[in-house]
């Protein structure tokens, strides 16, 4: 929703320098990303009226073919449906990548290549900006050296800086090259693989096999991909889907984080909103699919938010597999820890950024994982590694891998605080105002819950609370002494 400072500063400096002051610019990772915001454009009512004023600045390394920012250059006018891409996809730039390539762009060490202007393709069958030239394709971050960049400022006062506050964070000067490995670090974490809290030497050393393995048989690490940034997973997700299966509608079930819901009915032919996640829904999608309606998949959250409500996954596996339905579950708020959903899904993708990464300083969008015996897997594996780009930012997996070293006893921690205050909310004097608790394991769907969870799992960190007068919660929240935020998972409360 809101474009961090960084980002807006180094878009500013873009313009400055190739656009004029009636455009605004949006930076993407990739070339390939930055098409696909192009091809947006195209599916709006007015393209006809502003495909001319579109294009697409690449800005390259002096030393490299590929670009490291791709910009999106259009009119302000009509910067709102760049936004609507931007804030959907999850396919923007990092506040760490805008930092250190507004730096590079100033200092010389990034510019552009002729041609600058890249023509928007007006005919919609064209996907040449869908996924851009081959070369663009599948190239790694860390490719970008970080290492050198740390090496000219260790001269200055601000490189004296940087190296103080990487040593205070991580102990010792932790080099950018290391990021391969925390990014390895952080798939076996998902995977399950690792089962304490051990640092990154250990985890790149590990050779166990995943423990997702025990309910999921040929399930390993090559299976999981890492995004950069929020939506980013569950976007390229109903993308490979729609490639994989072709042209249909798919299902939102129960109440959805908004961008998944508008993922959804953006882009493709729609989406079938069913917001209750009730047991009469489902009966409708049966009905459907017996009068000869065809799905693409099923998204959902395990379980939802704000109500904490779990749908039924074991009946939605047994009609999707009757009716050739793929399953998408979200388990962020319940996570890998506490639960095991792989099994009932085709793809499970779960956020980094929340209590995966706990400390509220990095983002690290969605894994995305694919189940080895699910009926699309061999398809789905073809699409993605044909398409998958990996833009996640060294420094953010070098912050991402050393915030998830305590993942494991962190969750374990949450959950029992989580509960305790559930009981208190529950009980007297409180309950008085109270109206309801939310929390999956107080849930009439605890049912659907308890069938996926761990022997030692618990039902998560995120609970919600209405009370009986509009009053009685003004003062509580006013009153409750901690931080206030619009996010969750942290190692710290948040309301």
């Known amino acids: 929703f809101y474009m961090h400072k960084s980002i807006h500063a180094?878009?500013?400096a873009i313009v400055q320098r190739h656009g004029s002051p009636s455009e605004q610019a949006f930076l993407f990772p990739s070339h390939a990303v930055a098409g696909r915001c192009l091809k947006f454009f195209r599916t709006q009512e007015s393209f006809s009226d502003i495909h001319n004023t579109l294009r697409i600045v690449d800005l390259y390394p002096n030393d490299r073919e590929e670009p490291s920012?791709?910009?999106?250059?259009?009119?302000?006018v009509h910067a709102k449906i760049a936004k609507t891409f931007w804030q959907h996809s999850g396919g923007g730039i990092s506040s760490r990548r805008a930092e250190y390539c507004h730096k590079a762009f100033e200092d010389g060490r990034l510019g552009v290549k002729l041609p600058l202007i890249r023509v928007v393709d007006v005919n919609?069958?064209?996907?040449?900006?869908?996924?851009?030239?081959?070369?663009?394709?599948?190239?790694?971050?860390?490719?970008?050296?970080?290492?050198?960049?740390?090496?000219?400022?260790?001269?200055s006062a601000e490189g004296r800086d940087y190296v103080q506050f990487i040593e205070e964070r991580f102990g010792r000067n932790l080099d950018s090259s290391m990021a391969d490995k925390a990014k390895l670090a952080i798939r076996r974490r998902i995977a399950g693989a690792l089962t304490a809290n051990v640092d990154l030497q250990e985890?790149?050393?590990?050779?166990?096999?995943?423990?997702?393995?025990?309910?999921?048989?040929?399930?390993?690490?090559?299976?999981?991909?890492?995004?950069?940034?929020?939506?980013?997973?569950?976007?390229?997700?109903?993308?490979?889907?729609?490639?994989?299966?072709?042209?249909?509608?798919?299902?939102s079930y129960g109440f959805p984080y908004i961008d998944t819901l508008k993922i959804l009915e953006k882009w493709g032919p729609g989406c079938l909103f069913y917001g209750h996640g009730s047991p009469w829904e489902l009966d409708d999608l049966e009905r459907r699919c017996k009068d000869g309606e065809r799905f693409l998949a099923l998204f959902c959250e395990f379980p939802g938010n704000p109500l904490l409500k779990t749908p039924d996954l074991r009946r939605i596996r047994s009609l999707a597999d009757r009716y050739d339905i793929a399953v998408v579950v979200d388990e962020t708020i319940s996570n890998f820890i506490n639960v095991h959903v792989l099994p009932a899904a085709d793809v499970v993708v779960s956020s980094l950024t929340k209590v995966f990464a706990g400390e509220c300083n990095v983002m690290g969008g969605r894994s995305l994982v694919l189940n080895p015996r699910s009926r699309y897997y061999k398809r789905l594996k073809e699409v993605i590694e044909a398409d998958y780009e990996d833009n996640y930012w060294p420094e953010d997996a070098i912050f991402m891998e050393r915030n998830s070293r305590d993942f494991i006893s962190r969750v374990h921690r949450i959950n029992e605080n989580a509960e305790a205050i559930c009981d208190v909310m529950r009980a007297s004097p409180i309950a008085e105002t109270v109206k309801e608790v939310y929390y999956p394991k107080y849930s009439p769907t605890q049912a659907s819950y308890d069938e996926f969870r761990h022997k030692n799992g618990g039902y998560g960190g995120l609970l919600s609370v209405t009370f009986k007068a509009t009053a009685q919660a003004i003062t509580f929240y006013n009153q409750l002494d901690t931080a206030k935020g619009p996010s969750l998972g942290t190692n710290f409360t948040l309301r």
Request: charged share 25%; net charge positive.
């Open 124 to 155: 919609p069958s064209t996907e040449i900006l869908c996924k851009g030239p081959k070369r663009y394709q599948k190239r790694q971050c860390s490719e970008y050296s970080l290492a050198s960049e740390q090496k000219q400022r260790k001269g």
């Open 69 to 76: 920012i791709s910009a999106v250059l259009c009119q302000k």
């Open 10 to 12: 180094f878009a500013e």
């Open 203 to 251: 985890a790149v050393q590990h050779t166990h096999s995943p423990t997702r393995t025990a309910h999921v048989e040929e399930f390993s690490e090559d299976d999981v991909y890492l995004y950069p940034c929020g939506m980013n997973s569950i976007f390229d997700t109903h993308r490979m889907m729609l490639a994989c299966r072709g042209e249909m509608k798919s299902i």
